[in-house]
């Protein structure tokens, strides 16, 4: 019989704690939390004890994770997460696409959709910030702030560094946030201030690790881009559910239709229009990929970011991310 210190009762739906003394029990839990695994203890297994107080915030999972002994573990790909686990103590080794990385106190290891992940050792008594993150929300992030769509997975880098720059701030709120797991009614669950954080996470994780659209993410805008077409630009992204049509949007850029077609090809690779719909996927991406399953409905989002036609809608979407809505609605947590 398991022997449990505690059984894994959530405190509230977005936040739970638990606490075992049972390796085969504390193998279920993390599977649960995290991923399918598999689980064993190298040394240290007459006083082994697992716990994890996690929380959930919008797309985000970050749970605070303890183990009294040293420990190996598993994983398949992840597929459909990014992944980062930021030591406070102790230290972790691990293995994914041929990558060796040890991740301290000071550099963080990062996974990406593909590629079994090893973890060869988790050293007795380490505390490490464990972050999962839904791999359509990282992707949409990186689209909002480079304003046009991009080609997935992203490239992360093993590892990144902790100490300076946008690694140091990122830190900082992935351990401001682990703090307010254990607060009754924390202000993370207001969305007027847990939405901005979890933003802030994603936008702050592509700031600092390394990967294929690191150098344009932190380069100044394109100069080249004219400001008809920015102006365009910025009336669709601050309303993209208007019904905008070309007129309407030529009228916005003060020249003709076909010039601001022109000017849209060349400085976007793109007509008006087609930018016009891979925005309001994007919200659409964005809103089910943070929404309760239970109390959202994929025509509710499609209607109320523009797409009137469904079907058309369902085949842009999937081109997009791979996916059907309705998969991307019922996979959140």
Known sequence: MANSAATAVPSLPWR????????????????????????????????FMMSIDAMQLGPILVGDCQFNADIKMDFAELRKFYHFNIPLSGYLSSKNLRNEVTATPQRAVLYGPTGDVQLSRWSAGSRILCVKIRREALEAEL????????RSPINLAPSMDLTHGYGRILRELVCMLAGQIGIEDPLTRQEIIGAPLWHGMLSHLLAAADHNYREELLSPGPPSRPPTVKRVIEAMRASPATPFTAAALADIAGVSIRTLQAAFQAHVDMSPMAYLRSVRLERVHAELVASEPSYTSVTDV??????IHLGRFATAYRHKYGAHPSETLRSVR
């Open 16 to 47: 739970f704690s638990t606490r075992t003394l049972d390796p085969d029990e504390a193998s279920e839990q993390g599977a649960q939390t995290y991923y399918p695994l598999r689980m064993s203890v190298l040394r240290g297994a007459e006083q």
């Open 143 to 150: 689209e909002r702030l480079l304003q046009r769509p991009v």
């Open 302 to 307: 499609a209607h109320r970011w523009g797409f």
